[in-house]
């Protein structure tokens, strides 16, 4: 079983940059894959980015790459997201998740999902 609890969210303007922290509970951490999705009001959740156990591979969202990086600390039980040059389209819940599968994209290979925290980019 794994917890995830997401912060850093917030009110930012276009340009500007925001750092998202997810903390997970549990001693199994390091074992699973991470992953971010956003969710707009009346969208579908969408992929961001996932790192796998141990950092050293990722995999971007076209929409992000360039502008967000995640890493993981695992010895904190912590992964992170740093976003910079934020758009007002950037603008959704951001939720963290974990998955069992060495990195992936797919919504429902992602077994634990944090309680969101939502980033609001003005223009």
């Known amino acids: 079983q794994v917890q995830l609890v997401e912060s850093g969210g917030g009110l930012v303007q276009a340009g500007g940059s925001l750092r998202l922290s997810c903390a997970a509970s549990?001693?199994?951490?390091?074992?699973?894959?991470m992953g971010w999705f956003r969710q707009a009001p009346g969208k579908v959740r969408e992929f961001v980015v996932a790192?796998?156990?141990?950092?050293?591979?990722?995999y971007y969202a076209n929409s992000v790459e360039g502008r967000f990086t995640i890493s993981r600390d695992n010895a904190k039980n912590t992964v992170y997201l740093q976003m910079n040059s934020l758009k007002p389209e950037d603008t959704a819940v951001y939720y963290c998740?974990?998955?069992?599968?060495?990195?992936?994209?797919?919504?429902?290979?992602?077994?634990?999902w944090g309680q969101g925290t939502q980033v609001t980019v003005s223009s």
């Open positions: 790192i796998n156990w141990s950092g050293e591979n990722t």
């Open positions: 998740a974990a998955s069992p599968i060495s990195i992936t994209a797919n919504v429902y290979e992602y077994d634990y």
């Open positions: 549990g001693r199994t951490f390091s074992s699973y894959a």
